[in-house]
């Protein structure tokens, strides 16, 4: 079948940043097949008039902890939730069910805010891969690996086992692609840590973990063994192309080297890193040492949102505080990070990240005729300063239209938060405790 989407700003994120501004695409399948100006060409079976809107790539959040929906608001105030009560929480009341029907309802919001290709780390992950699957996103999911007990596992050689079952079970699918996730530098031995990666490298998968992201961290590797976590990580063995690093708010110009000796991809995840004081992560020497770098969202407890438009607004004006620069991360340097750069991050560049001829047909169509989205100069500014999830329109994944008039195609979004807010009865009664913790 054949769909061509018309009257629409066309934003590719191809090597030339082209711009069709009385733009076309042609779907054929799960493909683009074509994309130019004007009207296109006649001979579809389907024609979609975008009302002027500005067609871009599906949006790519790279570090997503989906099922965590039931945390959302919860102790936004506590200056040290995870140890606190966000483990010990997720021990007492989690479960594969309320696993399951969180990430349905999380996939719903990432899928109406644009969102067409996430990389998650959590729990249960084999329920997060069916979920996603169900609703037709494209993610990449990973088995958290921690050293402690967990809702799912009793130590690390179990996580382990589960995660290698998970990769078994989903490798080779078009759209769901596992991913080895130790939880994060300091939450694991070095023998796990490794574990791991040599798992990430027999079966050819994404390894992804958080990297200098807590203060605490860097103390105890600073007292430890003299080093940052990313030294600590390098001397390991285990930085390389497929290691995708989330946050690195506190890196040296040593750890950027390192990064750019490696190949190590970031996971930048400014809403939550802010939101917790935690700092800013240097992006500015990162991108000049050619280190890619994606935008995440983290989880819905920590960034209360997995609405990217909330992360492209950020990262510019933090990153131009810091550096006291207003001339440094353009619009269009955010947008890259959100499509094109986040596919890079995931080793997905030459199937999804742009509209380009051969690509998957992954898109997002933003509309323009809400108050907010008047008068529009440039797309790109468009999309980073003025749109919020609310100006989606329309989403495509693999070809299949997912969202239509800023509504579900395939899901009923009152039906999964009733689902959803029944499966957390205990789970809030168990929250009652932790609600005062600061």
Request: glycine letters at 8%; hydrophobic letters at 35%.
């Amino acid at each position: 079948m054949r769909t061509k989407i018309n009257h629409v700003t066309v934003v590719t994120m191809d090597e030339q940043f082209h711009v069709y501004e009385n733009g076309y695409v042609v779907l054929e399948g799960k493909t683009i097949l074509e994309t130019g100006e004007g009207e296109g060409p006649a001979d579809v079976d389907e024609t979609v008039n975008g009302k002027n809107g500005i067609l871009m790539p599906g949006m790519i959040n790279t570090h997503c902890h989906i099922p965590m929906i039931p945390f959302r608001s919860l102790g936004d105030d506590c200056p040290d939730r995870l140890r606190r009560f966000l483990f010990p929480l997720e021990l007492e009341a989690m479960n594969r069910e309320l696993i399951g029907q969180s990430t349905r309802y999380g996939v719903c919001e990432l899928l109406l805010s644009g969102v067409t290709s996430v990389l998650d780390m959590y729990y249960f992950e084999d329920q997060v891969a069916a979920a996603c699957e169900e609703m037709g996103i494209r993610a990449y999911v990973g088995q958290t690996i921690i050293d402690m007990e967990t809702c799912d596992s009793k130590n690390t050689d179990q996580s382990l086992a589960m995660c290698e079952e998970l990769i078994r079970k989903w490798k080779g699918h078009e759209r769901i692609r596992p991913v080895v996730a130790p939880h994060a530098t300091n939450t694991n031995p070095p023998e796990v840590l490794k574990a791991a990666y040599e798992l990430a490298e027999r079966y050819g998968v994404p390894y992804t973990l958080h990297v200098s992201e807590m203060d605490y961290e860097l103390e105890m590797f600073r007292e430890k063994c003299d080093q940052t976590p990313a030294e600590f990580l390098y001397g390991l063995g285990v930085l390389g192309e497929r290691t995708i690093a989330a946050h690195c708010i506190h890196m040296t110009d040593r750890d950027v080297e390192i990064f750019r000796e490696t190949g190590v991809k970031i996971a930048h995840c400014i809403g939550s890193n802010t939101k917790s004081g935690k700092g800013v992560c240097p992006l500015r020497d990162l991108k000049a040492a050619g280190v890619a770098v994606g935008v995440g969202t983290d989880g819905p407890s920590s960034g209360n949102t997995l609405d990217l438009f909330h992360q492209f607004r950020m990262i510019p004006a933090f990153q131009r505080t810091r550096y006291h620069d207003r001339s440094i991360f353009t619009a269009r340097d955010v947008v890259a990070m959100g499509t094109i750069e986040g596919a890079r991050v995931l080793g997905a560049e030459k199937e999804t990240g742009s509209i380009e001829p051969g690509k998957r047909a992954d898109l997002t169509l933003i509309e323009t005729e809400s108050v907010n989205m008047f008068p529009v100069y440039d797309p790109y500014s468009a999309i980073v300063y003025s749109a919020d999830a609310s100006n989606v329109d329309s989403v495509w994944v693999d070809g299949r239209q997912l969202v239509k008039g800023h509504r579900l195609c395939f899901a009923d979004l009152s039906a999964e938060r009733k689902a959803l807010d029944g499966m957390m009865k205990e789970f809030k009664e168990r929250s009652v405790k932790y609600a005062d913790i600061r």
